[in-house]
């Protein structure tokens, strides 16, 4: 599709449905309107000049799935070439790019455009959306009917190594997001900052390609556990011809990885067998980390705050590689950087060629650079505000916002299992409350007010008596009062059926004339829509 200058012209751009993001959210989405409702009538827009999102960005030394790979991947697309237990990055994107072709994603997107605007329009029942290619400056303004953010919260690096001297570095500061491969790794002395999921992961990695010092920088403690598989293990080739002959046994394997993994759900609860298990899986952590990391770093390593309360980490290489010589930890801040080395709080003095920012992301603001009104001009932000934080009914979906649905919303981070489950909950709930636009049956869907307050008292209260409460410095939660605007306080199962049905009395549906005349009505309470026939 050949954009113009509409801002100039007053022309304007149409579609049923537009996406923001060609990641795993807005691959999802436009795979099922297409399986569901032969619906074509899409178009999306994308930051990063390709698709696959998270898994085209984040491309470091050593990244890969720490979810098994038969689980992360599509429902709808089993990924019966799957190698690896645990899918390298490459492997991963590969995967992600093939399902985006099958279903014609990259003729239908526009690449290198961020969407920086979207206001609802009450009089034309439409959402308009604003957007930029940031390589030509072109700008474009596109109406739809239905608007649907799929930015996910692995996007925004969080650069914060604000330190004096930074500018005057002659080496190469890198955040592990949009890693430069062309910087030579051999021979050179690399800072790492972080010691997250990325950070265990990159440092191996680097240590395979010959750094000759790494000096690892860090605040905050981790929970280390075993991988159940060796962290190469490969299914044989024979099991993968099973799978394409039967593709039972497949759904059948992800069925007990999907069990496995959800029995672990159990420790973030406080309640009485909450914390027995989790007292049971701290000490199996503990135990685990004395045994595989040296003993010069067992107090350096040891957490101080319940398992659980920080996102565990699955250990492929990290611990083992704490016995190279050429590595050292450092519980402290970077105070400063020289020309060629950096500057301990402590005072230390450490030569360093290159800076790596293990940092993580920004997970906490769910329509990044994206200003969003709804009706009577309300802006997302000011909603938030007065509930105390970001939010969605079903970590979707919002009063005052029409025809808008998020896709890896509010609350969708689930801690323990795959995140990409939940991203397929969230298509899987708008295809259902969408039935009746696409059918022509309504113009317009709102949740009513009291569905969504009743929705955030119940989903604040119960992340209160969860371990993510327990006092702990986490992404999962703002830290000074509380709000929770990450984590899902309910097992993956009921997040399943929630988004599976539509609870119909919790939404104004606004019918077309042929909506009135066929007499539809919303299935009662967590029903699909029905329809009476003259």
Known sequence: MAATNVEKSGASRYNTIVIVGAGMGGIAMAAKLQKQFNCTDFHIYEKAESTSGTWRQNDYPGCACDVPGAFYSFSFEPNYDLKRMNPTQQETKEYCDKVAVKYGVPQRTTFKTRVYKASWQEEKRQWRVWARNWETGEEIVHDCKVFITAIGILDVPNDTFNVPGRETFKGKIMHTTGWDHSVELKGKNVVVVGNGCTAAQLVP???????????????????????????????????????????????????????????????????????????????????????????????????????????????????????????SLHQDSIASVTPTSIISASGEEIPADIIALATGFNTTDFLYGIEVTGVNGVNVKDHWARYGGAEAYNCSVMHEFPNFFMILGPNTAPGHTSALMYAENNVDYAINVLRPLLSNIATRVELKKPAEDKWVISVQSALKNMVWNTGCNSWYNRGVDGWNSTTYPWTSFWYWYQSNYVNWADWEVELTEAGRRRRWRGGGSWGFRSMDTD
């Open 205 to 327: 990695a680097l240590l395979d390609r010959g750094v000759a010092n790494l000096y690892q920088f860090f605040r905050s403690r981790h929970f280390y556990v075993a991988m159940p598989v060796d962290r190469d293990a490969v299914y044989p080739e024979s099991l993968r011809k099973m799978w394409k002959l039967f593709p039972f046994t497949l759904y059948a394997y992800r069925v007990a990885l999907f069990l496995y993994i959800e029995k672990s759900f159990i420790f973030f609860y406080n309640h009485k067998l909450g914390r027995w298990y989790r007292k049971k899986m701290t000490e199996e952590s503990l135990e685990f980390m004395e045994k595989t990391a040296p003993k010069k770093y067992h107090d350096l390593l040891r957490p101080d705050f319940d398992l659980g309360c920080k996102r565990r980490i699955i250990e492929g290489e990290y611990l083992k590689s704490l016995h190279d010589p050429r590595i």
